[in-house]
Nanobody, 119 residues
Framework: QVQLVESGGGSVQPGGSLRLSCSSS????????MGWYRQAPGKQRELVAR???????TYADSVRGRFTISRDNAKNTVVLQMNSLKFEDTAVYYC?????????????WGQGTQVTVSS
């Protein structure tokens, strides 16, 4: 079964940087957008950043200017560069691939990778 595999999480001090990467274990057709979501303890999962096939990027207000999302369409890989990390960035980060309406399943999720910002 094809899966999204994330890597790059870990622990970092405030102000530090981490780079998350997500790729598929096999071929996933019909992907038109890939993105990163996060879920902190006791909170709902939220969008962090998303990039479409055409390169349109969306960022949460809380990370704009600090995080950068990029994508390699040919490899179905998406990278999240996180700079100037803050305590409130601590969460489990999930990669997601969105597919067109004619495809099933409509999306794929990764297993999540922990990001901890602490001093």
């Amino acid at each position: 079964q094809v899966q999204l595999v994330e890597s790059g999480g870990g622990s970092v001090q405030p102000g530090g940087s981490l780079r998350l990467s997500c790729s598929s274990s096999g071929t996933i057709s019909g992907i038109y957008a890939m993105g990163w979501y996060r879920q902190a303890p006791g909170k709902q999962r939220e969008l962090v950043a998303r990039i479409t096939l055409s390169g349109t990027k969306t960022y949460a207000d809380s990370v704009r200017g600090r995080f950068t999302i990029s994508r390699d369409n040919a490899k179905n890989t998406v990278v999240l560069q996180m700079n100037s990390l803050k305590f409130e960035d601590t969460a489990v980060y999930y990669c997601k691939a969105d597919r067109g309406v004619l495809f099933s399943p409509r999306d794929y999720w990764g297993q999540g990778t922990q990001v901890t910002v602490s001093s």
